[in-house]
Structures are given as structure tokens and as C-alpha cells.
T-cell receptor, first 110, second 117 residues
């Protein structure tokens, strides 16, 4: 059974810091991996999708890498801003469903 | 519509009552998924539809939970005899196709927040 773990569970940093959020999964036989952002009381916003054949994706200040063999993905946030405060979720594509990690709650203070 | 629409956005009910949650997927999307997010828990998969069929309903927590999809479009998640532990945000997603290709990119609705008193 696929299990997805995210570390750290919570993170509080001053504005401007570069951040690394970690996601690990137990079964490397995944299709893709996706990072989401969830704001309080809101739905999910997709940030980056890394397809099975790819090793990383970039969008603006965000960069996500995927190492299937070691069962790890990393989301790198450069020059963090207060507007980045949210919960970040990684999800592995497992056949026909997404299996989500438990999330990292990020707070960036001015 | 432009995105996945869920209704109601909030639902408060009394323990023991039945509730129905509705999901309108993006037009033309053949696959539809229901997830639940309980306080302090991660997002857990409930059920997945391909067309009107549910190939995977392994995540439904008990026989009080059921879901249907009609016309390959709207889906309804029904919870009978609600319990306090059913309180959660119920999220719906849809995708053009199922599987692992880029066409299976899921678009999520804003969710229904269910509170059972």
C-alpha cells in the first residue's frame, strides 16, 4: 500500500528565505507526482506536475524534483513571501487515484 | 461551467440525518473523483467514476456512504445517518480521462464543508 509522507509538518520562516519541502513515498511504481497548495477554507491549487519520465519542473520561484528510485520529491521555494503562506501537499498518481501526503503548513512572516 | 462546481459549499446537519453532496464536473470530463479531508487528517480517496461506473470505491468508509453519477456528468455523494466523525471537507475532482497520462490531470472543486452536530 502506497504511503506518502511530508516533512516537516509545519514551518515558520521570515520573508526572503529559500525553503525546501520534502515528500517521500513507499512504492516507486508511480505515474506522476504533483504538488498542490491549499489555502485555509479553500480547495486545491495545482502548482507543479512532474510526469513519470521527468526529473523536475519549474514555475517561477518554485522548483520540484522527482527521484522515483529513492521515493522522494522536493519542492524548493525561492525568496519566500508572506503570500506563500499555505499548506503544501504532494500527491502521487497511483493508477486511477491520487494519494496525498499529510502536508506541510508553511507560514512566512514579514 | 469553467471549473468543477460543488454544492452546497457548507452544510450543517444533525447527527442521524442523511445528506447529499453534489459535484458538477467540467463538461466533457469522463472521470470524476471524491476525496475527504478530515480535521488533522490528510486527503483520503473515497471513490472514482469512469463515466457512470465506479471501478474503484475502495475508499468509502462504511456502507452509510454511497455515490452515483448520472449521464456521465453530475455526481452525488450521499451519507446516511450522519455521525460526528463524518464532519470533514468533501472535495470533488474531474479529469478528461483516467489513468496516468497528462489528460488525467485532475481539476478540483472548492469542496463542501460538512459539519455534523
Amino acid at each position: 500500500k502506497q504511503e506518502v509522507t511530508q516533512i516537516p509538518a509545519a514551518l515558520s520562516v521570515p520573508e526572503g528565505e529559500n525553503l525546501v519541502l520534502n515528500c517521500s513515498f513507499t512504492d516507486s511504481a508511480i505515474y506522476n507526482l504533483q504538488w498542490f497548495r491549499q489555502d485555509p477554507g479553500k480547495g486545491l491549487t495545482s502548482l507543479l506536475l512532474i510526469q513519470s519520465s521527468q526529473r523536475e519542473q519549474t514555475s517561477g520561484r518554485l522548483n520540484a524534483s522527482l527521484d522515483k528510485s529513492s521515493g522522494r520529491s522536493t519542492l524548493y521555494i525561492a525568496a519566500s513571501q508572506p503570500g506563500d503562506s499555505a499548506t503544501y501537499l504532494c500527491a502521487v498518481w497511483d493508477t486511477d487515484k491520487l494519494i496525498f501526503g499529510t502536508g506541510t503548513r508553511l507560514q512566512v512572516f514579514p | 461551467g469553467a471549473g468543477v462546481s460543488q454544492s452546497p459549499s457548507n452544510k450543517v446537519t444533525e447527527k442521524g440525518k442523511d445528506v447529499e453532496l453534489r459535484c458538477d464536473p467540467i463538461s466533457g470530463h469522463t472521470a470524476l473523483y471524491w476525496y475527504r479531508q478530515s480535521l488533522g487528517q490528510g486527503l483520503e480517496f473515497l471513490i472514482y467514476f469512469q463515466g457512470n461506473s465506479a471501478p474503484d470505491k475502495s475508499g468509502l468508509p462504511s456502507d452509510r456512504f454511497s455515490a452515483e453519477r448520472t449521464g456521465g456528468s453530475v455526481s452525488t455523494l450521499t451519507i446516511q445517518r450522519t455521525q460526528q466523525e463524518d464532519s470533514a471537507v468533501y472535495l470533488c475532482a474531474s479529469s478528461l480521462v483516467s489513468g496516468g497520462s497528462a489528460g488525467a490531470f485532475r481539476y478540483f472543486g472548492a469542496g463542501t464543508r460538512l459539519s455534523v452536530l
